[in-house]
T-cell receptor, first 110, second 114 residues
């Protein structure tokens, strides 16, 4: 199955860029996803990348994929206080189930 | 309408109670999911319904009983729960149960078992 690892905590100052990293072991997922979860809320899909791409940009979000190293990252430009949340990377395992990383808590300080 | 709704938002129940969680979507999705999420942990898949039929049961104890009465509704019936079942229960839906189909999540029901 998909084993997905993430660093657990990131503190960033407002206006700076945030980079959240994720590594995975199973390469069977055609798509890799980034979800955001604000306190007390469900998961919101932020963006995704197709596995044959190495970069995708969507407004303030940039996803980088290094298939050789099985490394996925999410860069948030000009981080705002509203970006404070837990961010999960996710991919499908060989059984077709969506597997999530442990989640990275991002805290944005003024 | 691109929303998954869940009721209730919060639920407190005793170990002898019977209650139900409800989930609804009107996006025409034919796959619906129940996930359990403990604090500061990622969601864990419990059940998958595909075209109103149960396709995946992740060895969930029988005190959790899912039901999909039609393509828009998903229920989770709860009976004789334990305190360790306290968690956020998330419902999700996708167009079909296949890779590449975005899963839309509801806001969850926060369940406390006393």
């Amino acid at each position: 199955g998909e084993d997905v690892e993430q660093s657990l905590f990131l503190s960033v100052r407002e206006g700076d860029s945030s980079v959240i990293n994720c590594t995975y072991t199973d390469s069977s997922s055609t798509y890799l996803y980034w979800y955001k979860q604000e306190p007390g809320a469900g998961l919101q899909l932020l963006t995704y990348i197709f596995s044959n791409m190495d970069m995708k940009q969507d407004q303030r979000l940039t996803v980088l994929l290094n298939k050789k190293d099985k490394h996925l990252s999410l860069r948030i430009a000009d981080t705002q206080t509203g970006d404070s949340a837990i961010y999960f990377c996710a991919g499908f395992d060989s059984w077709g189930k969506l597997q999530f990383g442990a989640g990275t808590q991002v805290v944005v300080t003024p | 309408d691109t929303e998954v709704t869940q009721t209730p938002k919060h639920l407190v129940m005793g170990m002898t109670n019977k209650k139900s969680l409800k989930c609804e979507q009107h996006m025409g999705h034919r796959a619906m999911y129940w996930y359990k999420q403990k604090a500061k942990k990622p969601p864990e898949l419990m059940f998958v319904y595909s075209y109103e039929k149960l396709s995946i049961n992740e060895s969930v104890p029988s005190r959790f009983s899912p039901e999909c009465p039609n393509s828009s509704l998903l229920n989770l019936h709860l009976h004789a729960l334990q305190p360790e079942d306290s968690a956020l229960y998330l419902c999700a839906s996708s167009r079909v149960d296949r890779q590449g189909n975005e899963q839309f999540f509801g806001p969850g029901t926060r369940l406390t078992v006393l």
